[in-house]
């Protein structure tokens, strides 16, 4: 009987340690997956901020240069259509 026990205890020792490990892994994972998302997500703001400031300086320059209102409002539109990419 003290074998059957023995031999019981060891086997939910094992599955603990085998759930355990298995769970630290899924949540590392999880995070890593989630460390990867945000730097994607920062890296896409970054570059719509890019392109956003692009589209403004183009507009304040053809504003500048020509002193055509339309052409001020083209670039604007042209800006928050890239934004909006």
Aim: net charge positive.
């Amino acid at each position: 009987m003290k074998k059957l026990y023995g031999i019981l205890y060891l086997l939910s020792l094992l599955l603990t340690i085998h759930f355990l490990s298995f769970r630290t892994r899924l949540e590392y994972t999880g995070a890593d997956a989630l460390n990867q998302v945000k730097g994607q997500f920062a890296a896409g703001l970054q570059e719509a901020a890019a392109a956003f400031g692009r589209y403004q300086e183009q507009a304040r320059h053809f504003a500048g240069r020509e002193g055509n209102v339309a052409a001020l409002q083209q670039a604007h539109l042209d800006a928050r259509l890239a934004f909006k990419k």
